[in-house]
């Protein structure tokens, strides 16, 4: 089994209006996943919005600490699963359930994680 980052892209205005019906569905998606994937799901979690980030970036020297994530990008990640899959087609599989996959203003992305020996 290999492990994969689902990480859940999305437009933080575009959440914040969300209505009461959308986000109903976007719930029932993380219900319908987390039971497909049961105990495949080691870790998830949603996060703050990105005005709650510290970013800590060095320079060759001492690392700075700072307020916000500063990308140019109006998608965040706002939540995350670390899933164990047999492989990234189970991962894409799975993916698919998730409201997330399926809404024009969010995405989910899939990286595996490096398997050390």
Known sequence: ??????????????????????MAEIDAGHVAFQKQAGDRVLAAGQLEPSSTATTVRGDGSAPAVTDGPFLETKEVVGGFYLLEAADLDEAVALSRVLAEARHEH????????VQHA
């Open 1 to 22: 089994m290999s492990k994969y980052m689902l990480l859940i892209y999305g437009n933080e205005q575009r959440w914040e209006t969300i209505s009461p019906e959308e």
């Open 106 to 113: 969010s995405g989910i992305e899939i990286k595996p994680l």
